[in-house]
């Protein structure tokens, strides 16, 4: 039986539209201590060449659920403005989802691994190990 009272989170993003890692995506992480609590804000971090967030902040004793906000929008703005520097416009370079925000419940002494498979238009998230 563990003893540790705090759950903890990693995550990781993935650019399905490019098969690599999303590299300097915005990573915000909140959490809250019961269902009718307001989340509180406990750092934010971004994604390094790998995808991954190293140095998201501990969860507080307590954390009951967590939500994660990736700024997917500046991620996509700013690849489409690279991909445009040698290739004329063709569409409208924003992103369809601006922001991905992943809430789910979490229980103390467990480890969250939530992995973001991300396009333009689409994502998935689930459950990693």
């Known amino acids: 039986m563990s003893t540790d ?6 995550t990781h ?3 399905t539209s490019i098969g690599r890692p999303a590299v300097s995506v915005a990573v915000s992480l909140a959490a809250r201590g019961g269902a009718g ?3 509180v804000t406990l750092g934010a971090s971004a994604t390094d060449a ?3 967030c190293k140095d998201l902040p501990a969860l507080p004793e307590g ?4 939500r994660l906000v990736c700024d997917t929008g500046t991620y996509f703005s700013k690849k489409q403005a690279e991909a445009q520097q040698d290739a004329p416009r ?3 370079s924003g992103a369809f989802f601006p922001e991905v925000a992943i809430a789910f419940a979490v229980v103390p002494g467990e480890h969250y691994h939530v992995p973001l498979l ?3 238009f689409g994502y998935s998230v689930y459950r990693g190990s």
């Open 5 to 10: 009272t705090t759950a903890s989170v990693s």
């Open 63 to 66: 954390t009951t659920h967590v």
């Open 37 to 39: 609590a307001e989340y």
């Open 90 to 92: 063709v569409r409208d």
């Open 13 to 15: 993003i993935l650019d």
């Open 118 to 120: 991300l396009n333009p």
């Open 50 to 52: 790998d995808g991954r």
